[in-house]
């Protein structure tokens, strides 16, 4: 048993870029057949229908971006086994982070984008099954960051919480948390203290340097590559 002492690398605010060509992480594979939360960063350069899918497994129930079948707006999704595929209010960007959250509780599913609900639908609890980081029938071709998993249902404040500081060490529902910092090997660590660490097969790490990223702002930071939404005008 875990006591929640190990320590794994930390060399600062990264992340990994994928291909979407063939990258993936996999880890231990799980599955909830009630309450869950999944949330994570999420940054997509390009996306189609074969390079959608951020956090997967088996099972037709999975949590992607969606266009409603044509488009190039791209909203927050989950195909579901009823049919319904779910899809969120808003539009995320290309190019920029965009935090998500997707949790069921009591048949009810809701999303989140930035820590805002961003929509709510009726899925009955059956299983979702995890176990693979950017890839289904084709890799996420973008980064990712921050991802977690939880057996409970988390609630807006806790969501908002998380999204500032990683989820780690022994804490209730906590089925596992990536926080993508340690910037170099081929294992994505848990810190979760569970030891559900990840193996990583091609995706590369990235710097993650926060700040103003328009050129036009008063503060702009030359040296950022994700916005933080600091600018000011």
Do not use: K
């Not at 009630?34 to 037709?60: A, P």
């Not at 049919?83 to 997707?102: D, K, M, Y």
């Not at 780690?168 to 660590?189: E, K, T």
């Amino acid at each position: 048993q875990d006591d929640g002492s190990c320590e794994y690398p930390d060399n600062g605010n990264n992340a990994l870029s994928f291909d979407g060509v063939d990258d993936y992480v996999s880890f231990p594979g799980v599955t909830f057949g009630g309450d869950f939360t999944f949330l994570g960063y999420i940054n997509f350069n390009s996306v189609d229908g074969n390079s959608n899918v951020f956090i997967n497994g088996g099972g037709s129930n999975f949590i992607r971006l969606d266009n409603g079948g044509s488009g190039d707006d791209w909203n927050l999704g989950y195909n579901s086994q009823t049919g319904a595929n779910h899809i969120g209010n808003s539009t995320l960007p290309f190019n920029e982070w965009s935090h998500v959250g997707v949790v069921r509780e009591n048949g009810i599913l809701s999303f989140y984008l930035n820590g805002q609900l961003d929509g709510q639908f009726e899925e009955t609890n059956s299983n979702i099954s995890f176990n693979t980081i950017g890839f289904r029938d084709g890799s996420w071709n973008g980064s990712l960051d921050a991802f977690s998993l939880w057996t409970v249902a988390l609630s807006s404040t806790n969501i908002q919480e998380y999204m500032v500081n990683n989820p780690s060490g022994s804490m209730p529902g906590l089925y596992a948390s990536w926080d993508f910092n340690s910037g170099q090997g081929d294992i994505l660590y848990d810190h979760s203290g569970n030891q559900n660490h990840g193996q990583i097969s091609n995706p590369s790490w990235v710097q993650t340097n926060f700040g103003c990223t328009n050129s036009e702002a008063c503060n702009y930071d030359e040296n950022a590559n994700t916005d933080d939404g600091s600018c000011d005008y």
